[in-house]
């Protein structure tokens, strides 16, 4: 069983930024392609996004390539989430997931792409 636990939500106001990690205690980040999802209230969950086992492929949501960006210290052991210009429609808990065995490509993967999942931390965005 793989362990992931994200932190770093918070609330912030309109226009701030919000780094989320995930770390995955014991186990190196570089043998799982890893992923942020989110689900907003009264929302099925969401891709945000996604990245490789070395850290070299990304892929995003749509709506979020411009002010999202997904990182990996291979070393450290733990995947980065920055998110930039917040906005009240991010409200969300963030998920953070991983699989051995998932690989980046054009395609949005969806939670079914990814066995292992984190509890979740709460952003919240005022207006």
């Known amino acids: 069983q793989v362990q992931l636990i994200e932190s770093g939500g918070g609330l912030v106001q309109a226009g701030d930024s919000l780094r989320l990690s995930c770390t995955t205690p014991g186990r190196a980040v570089s043998n799982y392609a890893m992923a942020w999802f989110r689900q907003a209230p009264g929302k099925e969950r969401e891709f945000v996004a996604t990245i490789s086992w070395g850290g070299n492929l990304t892929n995003y949501a749509d709506s979020d390539k411009v002010r999202f960006t997904i990182s990996k210290d291979n070393a450290k052991t733990i995947m980065y989430l920055q998110m930039d210009s917040l906005q009240p429609e991010d409200t969300a808990v963030y998920y953070c997931?991983?699989?051995?065995?998932?690989?980046?490509?054009?395609?949005?993967?969806?939670?079914?792409?990814?066995?292992?999942w984190g509890q979740g931390t709460q952003v919240t965005v005022s207006s």
């Open positions: 997931a991983a699989d051995p065995t998932t690989y980046v490509t054009v395609r949005k993967p969806t939670e079914s792409d990814f066995a292992y």
